[in-house]
C-alpha cells in the first residue's frame, strides 16, 4: 500500500544528507568538549560551528544562541527563565489562547506559584491584534509570549508589532517560532524578539535537541543547574549529536527553503483546490493569507475528524486531527476553539502539514482517497442526510 506522510507539523523525518554526515560522531568523534586534550579538541569545532550554523538561520550571534532538549525545554527556560528572574519587578505574564501547550501549560504552572495570567483571544482567522495586547500590559507585566506561526492552522501572528509594543512598554517579549523555522524567514532582530524557541525535529533533524535565542545583554534564571556549558545558561554534557546536526540541518535549509517552499505550497494549493471541488461543506480554518506555506486545516463537516484520520491511516495517508499533542483525547482543538470556531466544526477539523518528501503522485493519492472517504463518513452521519 502507498504510504503517504502529511503530518510535517508534527514531525519531520531525518534529512537523506545528515546521517552520512553525522556517521563519524557515533566513533571517532566522541570526546566530550570541554576536555582539554584531543578528543575534546577534536570535537569542539564542530559544536561551535552548529552554533554559528542555526544562528545563521534566525539572524542572531552564536553568543546568543542556548542548545536546548528541544522545543518544549526552550518554551520553559524562557518563561520561567524570565519570570523568576523578574519576580521582584512584577508577576504578570500575557500570552494567548492558542499557544503550544509548552507555553500554555507552563504558564499554568506559573500560576500556581502566584504569578498572574492573560490569556488574550484571537479572531477568527487566529490573528491577535497588537492593541489587544497594548491594553493587556499593567505596572506588573513582565513577559509577552506569543507564538510566531500556530503549529494548527499554520496562521502566522503579528510578533513584529507585538514585539514593538512591549518594547515600548519595556515587558521581555517571548516567542514560539517552533513552526515557523524552515517555512518562513527569520531574523529575530526585526522581529523584536528578546527570547526565541526552536525545535530540531521540525526542520529534518533529530528529536531531543532545540535552541533558545536569548538576546545579547538578557540575563534570565537557568532551568537546569550543573557544569559550565551553555556559557553557564543550561548545564550538562551537550548533545554532540543533536547539536551538529541541528546545524546541519539550518545549513541545508539555507541553500533549499526558498524553492522547497515554493513546491510545497503549489502542492498545497493543488491538494485545497482539488478538495474544494470535490467536497463540498468544507472550511478552512485559520488566516487565508497570513499563514505558512505548508499547513491546511479544514473542517468537513458532518464528519468526526478522529474517523476520518483512522480511515485515512487505513489508505495509509498519516495526518492529524487538531493537535498531534491532544491527540488521544477526543477534545476540540483549544486552538479552534480559540479561535471562536463553532465546536461541531472544530469536531470535524483535519490538520494536513505537507514537507519535502511530498510528491504531485502523493497529491493525486490524496485527492483520490480523502473525498471517497468523507463521502463514505457522510453517508453514515444522521446529521447529513437529515439535511
Ligand atoms: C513541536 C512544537 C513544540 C515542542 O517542540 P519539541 O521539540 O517537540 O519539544 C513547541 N511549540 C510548537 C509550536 C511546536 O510545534
Known amino acids: ?79 520561567k527563565g524570565a519570570a523568576y528572574a523578574l519576580s521582584g519587578k512584577g508577576r504578570h505574564i500575557i500570552t494567548t489562547k492558542v499557544e503550544h501547550p509548552a507555553v500554555l501549560n507552563t504558564c499554568r504552572y506559573l500560576e500556581s506559584k502566584g504569578f498572574s495570567v492573560t490569556y488574550l483571544d484571537v479572531n477568527r482567522n487566529g490573528l491577535v491584534d497588537p492593541d489587544d495586547v497594548r491594553r493587556a500590559i499593567t505596572r506588573e507585566t513582565v513577559l509577552i509570549s506569543v507564538m510566531y506561526a500556530n503549529n494548527e492552522t499554520g496562521t502566522v501572528l503579528p510578533i513584529k508589532e507585538i514585539g514593538g509594543v512591549a518594547r515600548e512598554a519595556g515587558v521581555l517579549f517571548h516567542s514560539d517560532m517552533v513552526q515557523a523555522m524552515g517555512k518562513i524567514d527569520i531574523d529575530v532582530r526585526e522581529l523584536n524578539v528578546d527570547l526565541g524557541s526552536f525545535s530540531g525535529h521540525k526542520v529534518y533533524a533529530p528529536k531531543g535537541i532545540g535552541i533558545l535565542y536569548v538576546r545579547e545583554g538578557l540575563e534570565i534564571d537557568s532551568l537546569i543547574h550543573g557544569g559550565h556549558q551553555e556559557m553557564g545558561r543550561r548545564a550538562g554534557t551537550e548533545n554532540i549529536i543533536g547539536m551538529v546536526t541541528f546545524g546541519k540541518a539550518c545549513e541545508i535549509m539555507m541553500s533549499e527553503m526558498a524553492e522547497e517552499n515554493e513546491r510545497i ?70 486552538v479552534l476553539l480559540g479561535m471562536g470556531i463553532p465546536p461541531e466544526i472544530c469536531q470535524s477539523a483535519l490538520r494536513i502539514s505537507l514537507g519535502r518528501e511530498n510528491t504531485e503522485e502523493d497529491i493525486d493519492y490524496a485527492l483520490d482517497i480523502i473525498p471517497d472517504v468523507v463521502g463514505r463518513l457522510r453517508e453514515m452521519s444522521p446529521f447529513y442526510k437529515r439535511r
Not at 537523506?16 to 554526515?21: A, E, G, H, N, T
Open 1 to 79: 500500500m502507498r504510504r503517504v506522510y502529511f503530518d510535517h507539523n508534527a514531525t519531520t523525518p531525518i534529512h537523506p544528507d545528515i546521517p552520512v554526515f553525522v556517521k563519524p560522531f557515533f566513533r571517532e568523534l566522541f570526546g566530550n568538549p570541554s576536555s582539554l586534550h584531543w578528543a575534546g579538541r577534536d570535537v569542539r569545532p564542530y559544536v561551535d560551528e552548529a552554533r554559528e550554523q542555526v544562528a545563521a538561520m534566525i539572524k542572531a550571534n552564536s553568543g546568543e544562541i542556548v542548545f536546548t532538549a528541544g522545543g518544549t525545554e526552550a518554551d520553559n527556560q524562557a518563561i
Open 265 to 334: 505550497e503549489f502542492l498545497r494549493t493543488r491538494l485545497l483546490s482539488g478538495l474544494e471541488e470535490k467536497i463540498d461543506d468544507l472550511h478552512l480554518n485559520g488566516d487565508p493569507e497570513r499563514r505558512l506555506p505548508n499547513t491546511l486545516n479544514i473542517s468537513f463537516e458532518f464528519v468526526e475528524s478522529e474517523s476520518l484520520l483512522i480511515s485515512l491511516d487505513f489508505a495509509g495517508i498519516a495526518v492529524s486531527a487538531g493537535s498531534a499533542c491532544s491527540s488521544g483525547s477526543t477534545e476540540p482543538s483549544h
